[in-house]
């Protein structure tokens, strides 16, 4: 505060007075004399900093921040990378110091196929396919005891009529007829049997329906070794009105002939 002496006259009261009022303007006090030496200290912080930045010549911005009379600095570096396709990458600086990478991916493009191909032959509509038949070997009863071939031989070694209660879809239950064969391998070499088929049907050719979830029904599977014989039972629903005699053919593979039995169901 300032001291002045003390008036010799009301003129000179008056000039004292006058000098002394600025301190009771606001602009004057001492909080917005704070207020204003601390705006002059962080502008001439941030002045000082940029210049520092900007020498570096790294692309590095640098400002500062002011809160509640405390100053802080804060610097951001204005370079960046970035990472492209197949290992390519662009990287730019500041304009005092800037570089570009730029790689492309090799593409290699494979050589259309120079070698021709045939054209499959088309079918005709119009073609007739000659129609394929199992041959039979023989014909015999259903007591007698056939051969497939002078080294396999089978017969029908059981049959009866049954009631078979079905399970599987498209079966019936009802009046059934059992048929166990066997049949002998009198060849050197084992015999598979795991494609055995059987048909049966009466004096019409009405088929039998095979019931394959009958408990009864137990058919060939497997090999039969050489001098062996092995059985199996095949179940089928008789249908109604059926007519005698019942045929009855049975092949082991689709390369050997059939065996045909014909006789009564009863």
Same mark, same amino acid.
């Given at each position: ?70 100053t802080t600095s804060s610097t951001t570096s204005a370079s960046t990378t970035a990472s492209g396709f197949a290992g390519g990458s662009a990287t730019t600086d500041s304009p005092g110091n /800037?570089?570009?990478?730029?790689? =492309?991916? $090799?593409?290699?493009? *494979?050589? &259309? +196929?120079?070698?021709?191909? #045939? ?105 039969? /070794?050489?001098?062996?014989?092995? =059985?199996? $039972?095949?179940?089928? *629903?008789? &249908? +109604?009105?059926?007519?005698? #005699? ?21």
């Open positions: 505060m300032q001291l002045f002496p003390f008036p010799a006259s009301i003129d000179q009261f008056e000039a004292a007075r006058s000098i002394t009022k600025p301190r009771h303007d606001p602009r004057f006090s001492p909080r917005w004399a704070v207020l204003t030496a601390v705006l002059a200290i962080s502008l001439t912080a941030c002045s000082t900093t940029t210049t520092a930045a900007g020498s570096t010549g790294a692309g590095t911005t640098a400002g500062s921040t002011t809160t509640g009379g405390t /800037s570089s570009a990478v730029s790689t =492309s991916p $090799t593409v290699t493009q *494979s050589q &259309p +196929a120079k070698t021709p191909v #045939p054209a499959g032959t088309a079918g005709n509509i119009d073609q007739t396919v000659a129609s394929s038949s199992q041959s039979t070997a023989t014909t015999a009863p259903l007591s007698a005891t056939a051969q497939f071939d002078q080294k396999v031989s089978v017969r029908i070694a059981g049959h009866q009529v049954v009631n078979a209660i079905a399970r599987g879809p498209g079966e019936t239950s009802g009046p059934a007829v059992a048929l166990t064969f066997e049949i002998h391998n009198g060849s050197a070499k084992s015999i598979d049997l795991g494609n055995v088929e059987v048909n049966v049907a009466d004096a019409a050719r009405t088929p039998y329906t095979p019931v394959f979830s009958s408990d009864l029904n137990k058919p060939f599977g497997g090999k039969v /070794s050489a001098g062996q014989r092995m =059985s199996g $039972t095949y179940v089928f *629903s008789r &249908p +109604a009105g059926m007519k005698d #005699p019942i045929t009855v053919d049975i092949h082991y593979a689709a390369a050997a002939p059939a065996v045909v039995f014909v006789g009564s169901s009863q």
